[in-house]
């Protein structure tokens, strides 16, 4: 129950964040704008990024194992742990990850008006979504089966194990985009910007 609520707080923060945004915009990019502070911000949000991207990807190979094993102790000790870190770790570094990559934007200059960066953004808004509409509501099913559980079972129900199988793919879903993310973030091809696709 704690990291439900850890995890709404940080939701909580980003829906703070985009309501400021649309409702005071001009005072918004005044404050991010700091051209001074580019490579501290910079900094930060490779941090950032990394300690995220790199927990999402050991999250997927740990429940890998875990599944294969198909050993009740080793399955839920994992998924305890990897939902643990997702709300104490992952939801932080995405909060700092996402003000510091804001923050580089407005000072790089308009972000829909540079290719590669809001390609970027899209993607990792799009990434964003996939965890919040399919991961958060099997996460919730899966709690409600695994407190349904006997301490003594040595296997895991069907039902859970089928949960469990696509929650691992939904995590892996959520993760490529990141992968085309940091390659754009490196690279910087000269692409089409986002705000040109539809005109």
Known sequence: MKSKKI?????GVMLGMLILAVLFPAQVE???DRPELYQHVLFVHIVAVTLFFGNAVIGIL????????ERADAILHTYN???WLDARF???MIVISLI???MLSVILGDMWKIGWLSLSFILFLFS???????DIPTQYQIKKLITELDAE???VPEELMRLLKMRLWISLAGVLPLVIVFALMVYKPQIVPVAQWFV
Do not use: C, H, K, Y
Not at 62 to 69: D, F, P, Q, T
Not at 128 to 134: A, T
């Open 7 to 11: 995890m709404g707080f940080f939701l």
């Open 30 to 32: 005044e404050f991010l």
């Open 62 to 69: 740990w429940e890998l194992r875990a599944l294969s094993s």
């Open 81 to 83: 742990t990897v939902t």
């Open 90 to 92: 992952s939801s932080p």
């Open 100 to 102: 510091a990559g804001i």
């Open 128 to 134: 964003g979504l996939i965890w919040l509409v399919s």
């Open 153 to 155: 079972d040595q296997t």
